[in-house]
């Protein structure tokens, strides 16, 4: 069974870093390009970041360029989102994807990911 477990979500002051892990299991997916997305209470699911299968490209949301990072470890099958100066409108629960194929792009639209975790609760006070 494909599995993939977000961690590292919590509540933090406006400023504040976080990072979050993804773990794969069940297979790997060092040849596929995975992402972070987003929802806030209310609100549609929303693009964050992604990254190639080799880390060789990413791709951000303009809302948190500059801010967050996104990496990854294909020998630990773990994607990776650290999160800086964090806002209050950071806040939802976040939600990495990994995609089917392989070596395809790292893409900004949830419908190109066809394996999702479960979500991992951020919440950021001011």
């Known amino acids: 069974q494909v599995q993939l477990v977000e961690s590292g979500g919590g509540l933090v002051q406006a400023g504040d870093s976080l990072r979050l892990s993804c773990a794969a299991s069940?297979?790997?997916?060092?040849?596929?390009?995975m992402g972070w997305f987003r929802q806030a209470a209310g609100k549609e699911r929303e693009f964050v970041g992604a990254?190639?299968?080799?880390?060789?490209?990413?791709n951000y949301a303009d809302s948190v360029k500059g801010r967050f990072t996104i990496s990854r470890d294909n020998a630990r099958n773990t994607l990776y989102l650290q999160m800086n100066d964090l806002k209050r409108e950071d806040t939802a629960v976040y939600y990495c994807?990994?995609?089917?194929?392989?070596?395809?792009?790292?893409?900004?639209?949830?419908?190109?990911?066809?394996?999702w975790g479960q979500g991992t609760q951020v919440t950021v006070s001011s």
């Open positions: 990254i190639a299968w080799n880390g060789g490209s990413t």
């Open positions: 994807a990994a995609k089917s194929a392989y070596f395809g792009p790292p893409e900004n639209y949830a419908g190109a990911y066809s394996y």
């Open positions: 069940g297979r790997t997916f060092s040849k596929n390009a």
